[in-house]
């Protein structure tokens, strides 16, 4: 079951149940969670499929998500590294508003964005790996249409 409330509003669906990954993708089984009140949405068309493959594809797997890191500098001791490691992230998501929601725990982080957080503290010397505020296991709506 997809929580509906958690998918982006500029995530597209998949309304294809002829295509060959219909029942492993998604964006098919998002679509299938619309609920009646929602009558707008963008989604991925049947052209999509080139050769028998659809570049939109994504499997419907869950991940280990996390969410906030107010505590992420708790332990390093060099305030230069903090500082460092702030505006490099801030950089990273184009805003310090930004930076704060994904900070306060408001977005959630994909396995792939935990890694580079990991990835750009040890680049600063840090050596723990990041113990992020929250974890669940979830789809990954997070990744952008292709």
């Keep these: 079951m997809i929580n509906f409330k958690q998918i982006p509003e500029w995530w597209a669906f998949c309304g294809n149940s002829q295509c060959k990954h219909a029942e492993e993708c998604l964006r098919q089984r998002a679509f299938k969670e619309v609920p009646q009140t929602v009558t ?65 725990g408001e977005r959630w982080m994909n396995p792939e964005l935990q890694q580079m957080i990991a990835d750009l503290m040890l680049s600063h010397g840090v050596k723990e790996v990041p113990v992020f505020d929250e974890y669940d296991e979830a789809y990954d709506f997070t990744k952008a249409s292709t």
Excluded at 42 to 67: H, S, W
């Design 40 to 104: 707008r949405w963008a989604c991925v068309l049947p052209t999509a499929i080139k050769d028998g493959e659809c570049g939109y594809f994504q499997k419907a797997e869950k991940v280990r998500m996390a969410r906030g890191f107010k505590n992420l500098f708790k332990n390093i001791k060099s305030r230069d590294a903090q500082h460092a490691i702030r505006m490099e992230l801030t950089a990273y998501f184009g805003s310090k508003g930004t930076y704060y929601r994904y900070r306060d």
